[in-house]
């Protein structure tokens, strides 16, 4: 199956959704479905993968298509975080701790807490 992202203004993702590899043999095919089954035909669509082969990230509803990075980018969870230009994806100022234990980010103090 194919999974197509439907973009609205500032290229946020609004819906994603599944076509037919039988129908989506190539990107352009699954587009092309898709503003005939919506009847717009120039609706902005984009193709993405659940497992990452294309365009970084899988589209998730309020992610954002960046055009120059080719890829699709969730919404930044906290001011301090900075965004991986390799991955596309947002990281913490300091890396989640590898004790095993589960934490919160704690945008105030811009640290890791632990979860009691």
């Given at each position: 199956?194919?999974?197509?992202?439907?973009?609205?203004?500032?290229?946020?993702?609004?819906?994603?959704?599944?076509?037919?590899?039988?129908?989506?043999?190539?990107?352009?095919?699954?587009?092309?479905?898709?503003?005939?089954?919506?009847?717009?035909?120039?609706?902005?669509?984009?193709?993405?993968?659940?497992?990452?082969?294309?365009?970084?990230?899988?589209?998730?509803?309020?992610?954002?298509?960046?055009?120059?990075?080719?890829?699709?980018?969730?919404?930044?969870?906290?001011?301090?975080w900075?965004?991986?230009?390799?991955?596309?994806?947002?990281?913490?100022?300091i890396?989640?701790?590898?004790?095993?234990?589960?934490?919160?980010?704690?945008?105030?103090?811009?640290?890791?807490e632990?979860?009691?």
């Amino acid at each position: 199956m194919a999974h197509f992202a439907i973009l609205k203004k500032g290229n946020i993702v609004e819906q994603v959704v599944v076509v037919s590899n039988d129908i989506a043999i190539t990107e352009q095919d699954g587009i092309e479905f898709l503003r005939t089954l919506y009847k717009d035909k120039h609706l902005p669509i984009i193709q993405t993968s659940y497992n990452n082969n294309i365009r970084k990230n899988f589209a998730g509803i309020g992610y954002q298509y960046n055009q120059q990075r080719d890829a699709f980018i969730a919404p930044k969870p906290f001011n301090s975080w900075i965004l991986n230009e390799n991955t596309c994806r947002w990281e913490a100022p300091i890396a989640y701790p590898t004790d095993g234990k589960i934490y919160n980010w704690n945008e105030s103090t811009k640290t890791w807490e632990l979860v009691k």
